[in-house]
């Protein structure tokens, strides 16, 4: 994971899909995704994320370096609940979203945030556009107004990030 921004799309190259790979197995070892990913506070929450979420965040090492990691589990369906998704996270879980810091230089503009939508079961998300079935990993929607880079860069603190405090890391 330790290259920086090509002149490729800004998500879903062959490179992205092998990072967001590499990093869906970094957060499987360290439990925050997964059958035995740990469980936190459930959240209502609001689209794209899903009804309910779940929050998890620490540093992981992927491929040699290690970030941050905030991982939000998106829960949804029908008769979705706070105590229902308690009582069944796999019934109700529909997607997870994940930040990952790369290293300086991968995306500045953005604070190298590598973005990706995975399945409950890890594969990617994908997003059809014109025809095309992009995966969604990588720079996510960069410079649309539109997407994970959009909404985030609004986020309080200057550093794409909602709730949680990032000055610690």
């Known amino acids: 994971m330790m290259r920086t921004m090509g002149m490729g799309p800004p998500m879903g190259s062959a490179e992205d899909v092998t990072d967001s ?27 794209p994320h899903g009804k309910i979420t779940e929050i998890l965040h620490q540093p992981i090492t992927v491929n040699g370096y290690t970030g941050l990691a905030i991982i939000k589990q998106n829960y949804g369906g029908p008769d979705v609940s706070i ?24 995306d500045p503009e ?42 985030h860069q609004n986020a309080p603190g200057g550093d794409f990030v909602f709730l949680i405090d990032t000055q610690a890391r």
């Open 21 to 47: 790979q590499a990093l869906w197995r970094s957060l499987e070892r360290a439990q925050l995704v997964g059958t035995r990913a740990k469980k936190s506070e459930l959240h209502m929450s609001a689209p």
């Open 110 to 151: 953005n604070k190298d945030w590598f973005w990706a939508k995975y399945t409950p079961d890890g594969g990617l998300d994908v997003m059809e556009k014109m025809g095309m079935n992009i995966k969604l990993a990588g720079r996510v929607a960069k410079g649309k107004q539109e997407g994970c880079i959009f909404c």
């Open 83 to 106: 105590d229902n998704v308690e009582s069944d996270r796999a019934k109700y879980l529909k997607a997870v979203t994940v930040m990952y810091k790369r290293e300086a230089g991968y």
